[in-house]
């Protein structure tokens, strides 16, 4: 039997957190049939891997990639990377299931993630028919979805009101969240500083974990503060799991965010240790980046957001309101994610606008914008922004220190995952976040090699078999005889991350061959048409 690809004499680091070892994989019918030190030469094809690692793709376990795909299926900017499963569905907000009748609604609601969204038919309405949908399709590397908590409650629930959920409600949503996860969603994602998700309690989000606690699945949370209040939030994350029974909780993108709260990642990761001691199941992921991404109008107090895009537009045209929300701002809501006060103007970054007046905005921060835009001061500034892009305005914020960053990186219970998009390498719009097409190669090479914070055996660890146990992805996350063949193949010596705050659409270097399910898809650096990537079924 010859093989399909052998690739031949490289440094094989297994995805275990084992040490390397020199060896040549065989691949047939897309996994690895075997794994040898005796070169074998009857193959198809042969990849040589002299002078470079092999190890399992990459699994992001954080991804806004399903936003990007009805307008771009490449994943370019991922796969690129490494990446060859990709987890979405994350922060509460996916692209499913739409109740029938309600698909004019959906759409008005996608535009808030992207104005775009609004063009497109959206050919599905439970999460069985959007994972069939999907499968139809081709897709480059694989692809995992969660159901978002925002979309159970929009379908089933309270929608943007700001109240708890009648008894009715609570069914209508259970029955939604239950026909997701036995279509094989991996789990329900909550996003807790957005509206209308920011008016939920702790028992309703409890009560709904439960049922994906009795398909064994996963809770990921953004959490309800990643600054002030995040020893609170934590601590909500570990009742939420702990009462619900769920085997398995997830902290999404874990961050101390503020100067003022810096340092405090030593209680958070102290509190997930202890929680872990209880029988607790907490882990958590982590973009290597000093700055977060989210939009500009979760910056605004929750009782502005209520309610629809046009109500929310009047509220903040209104002078007086206006007045309202600065002085809130300056005093602070309890349990509200104050970023204006927390990090200040001057670290809100603008990356996408949907304006044309608006446009040479992108990458500059609100004090330059009112400089330049010659207004009477920053609030006019974030007023006017919010007004003239339908309040469709992307931002980074820059937020976080270094030694925290570090801390949660050498965590034990640390993985990666990019908080990301896969999008094309061609883009050009606005100031996207560099992590869509940084974060793998930047913590192996600025963090493991350079800067010796992790083994590089241990990075790679957090980045496959890790996540894949998370996920209970029996066959993927290692080397090993049976697994898929997701495999990347890069050169320690040479990989860097090369996307940038002001230029972030730059591919990186050192990673050549990235394969997906047995097939090259980039090979010497260039991505190819190929689709072999899968839609993954969560079966534990
Ligand atoms: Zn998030």
Redesign the pocket.
Known sequence: MSLDILIKSGKIIDGTGNPWYRGNIGIKDGKITDISLNLREDANKILDASNLIICPGFIDIHSHTDYILPVNRSQESTLYQGVTTTVTG??GDGMAPIPVGKEEDFKKIVAKLDPVLQQFDYPYHTFSEYLEYNEKKRNSANLAFCVGYGNIRWAGGQGFENRDATPNEMEQMKFYLREAMEAGAFGMST?LIYAPQIFSKTREIIELVKVVAEFKGIYFS?IRSEGKDIINAIQEVIEIVEQSGCIGGQI??HKIAGEAFWGRSKQTLELIEKANERGIHITYDQYPYNRGMSDLVTALPPWVREGDNDLIIKRIKDTETQERIKKDVEEGIEGWENWIQNEGMKNIYISTVVSEKWKDTAALNIPEITRMKGLADDWETFFQLLIDNNLSVGITIESMSEDDIRRIMKGRYHMVGT?GFGIPGAFTAGAFHPRCFGTYPRILGKYVRDEKLLTLEDAIRKMTSFPASKLRLKDRGLIKQGMWADLVLFDHHKINDKATYKNPYQLPEGIPHVLVNGTIVVKDGIKNKKSPGKVLKFRP
């Open positions: 994350m922060c996003g953004h999404a993108h908080d």
